[in-house]
């Protein structure tokens, strides 16, 4: 299976956030994660997309999808090279 379709619950997604996210964007992240699930899950793909988009031109961009991919691989959803790969997508459009 493509990392990319790994499908994650919205609890487990706003625990990452909640990880990864400096403090003062928590709130908003979960709100923008929130509209972007169906209510109760998403796939990992689209979890990176919406990051990415609602992120773009922070100075914490990178920093926090380079956060997000050990954060993620730990709790082992999905393996690390994986993850790596799927950032690589995200951060030149970004």
């Known amino acids: 299976m493509d990392a990319r379709d790994i499908i994650i619950p919205l609890g487990t997604i706003n625990e990452i956030m909640a990880a990864v996210v400096p ?6 992240i979960y709100s923008v994660m929130y509209r972007a699930s169906n209510g109760e899950e998403m796939t990992l793909g689209k979890m990176f997309d919406t990051l990415a988009l609602h992120t773009r031109g922070d100075l914490q961009h990178g920093p926090i999808f380079d956060r997000i991919v050990g954060h993620i691989a730990g709790l082992r959803i999905a393996h690390y090279s994986d993850l790596v790969s799927l950032t690589k997508e995200m951060l030149p459009h970004s």
């Open 23 to 28: 403090y003062d964007m928590v709130s908003y």
